[in-house]
């Protein structure tokens, strides 16, 4: 079977304007997640969801699908991108009478994963035993032992260690950082659920010099560094 994958990608960045179209590294940064999304063997597809026209061209001209325009009002800076991945389930499926099964996210933001860490979040999918498969790294700050909170009377302490009893960070529990390379999830978990960790979450750990998440112009530089010298190395 030919699976969908989705990219959302509304058009009001503030931290980045105009970042899901902006070049990177000779390709709009969308385009880097739709190859990658057709990458993967069981992808046959992929679709846009946004508010946003230019978005939308340039995501038809590097080969992904727009049937739909997403509304405003689940494009704003409080709008859930919960609400807008009901939103693109749904309206496909009063469109074309079946649900997209798995439901796959591949966001934009990730440019430097590649379209094997997207198969590996599906093979951990078919093992039935999930709701919802997410990418994750190991953190480089922990909260056991050099992550802190201050305290009221203005001093700091671990966050989860307030007694610094874990002096090392090999005695630490190990904490990892959720990347946004992909979502894999059950749709009827989507729909009837309000958030993620609503159900059950597995994982897949990738590699960290892959994980970068663009959310601010030194992200952006740090990406394209990074993916220059990645084809460079072809």
Partial sequence: MSLTAFIFARGGSKGLPG????????????????????????????????????IAETARACGAEVPFLRPDSLASDTASEWDAWRHALE???DAEGVLPAPFIS??????????????????????GDADMVVAVTAAHR???????????????APV???????VRRQDAPAVFDMTTFAYVADPHHVL???GVFSG????VEVPVERSIDIDT?????????????RLEAK
């Fill in 160 to 166: 989860n260690n307030p007694e610094g009893t874990v």
């Fill in 200 to 203: 059950r979450v597995r994982a």
């Fill in 142 to 156: 922990n909260p056991w032992f050099n992550m802190v909170s201050a305290r009221g009377d203005g001093t700091i």
């Fill in 217 to 229: 112009p030194f992200d952006f530089e740090i990406a394209e560094f990074l993916m220059n010298r």
């Fill in 192 to 194: 009837r659920s309000r």
């Fill in 19 to 54: 970042k899901n179209v902006k070049p990177l590294a000779g390709k709009p940064l969308i385009g880097w997640a739709i190859e990658q999304a057709l990458g993967v063997e069981q992808i046959g597809r992929v679709v846009v969801s946004t508010d946003d026209a230019e």
């Fill in 106 to 127: 591949v966001p934009a933001t990730s440019p430097l994963r590649l379209s094997e860490d997207i198969a590996a979040c599906l093979a951990r999918y078919d093992q």
């Fill in 91 to 93: 309206t496909l499926r």
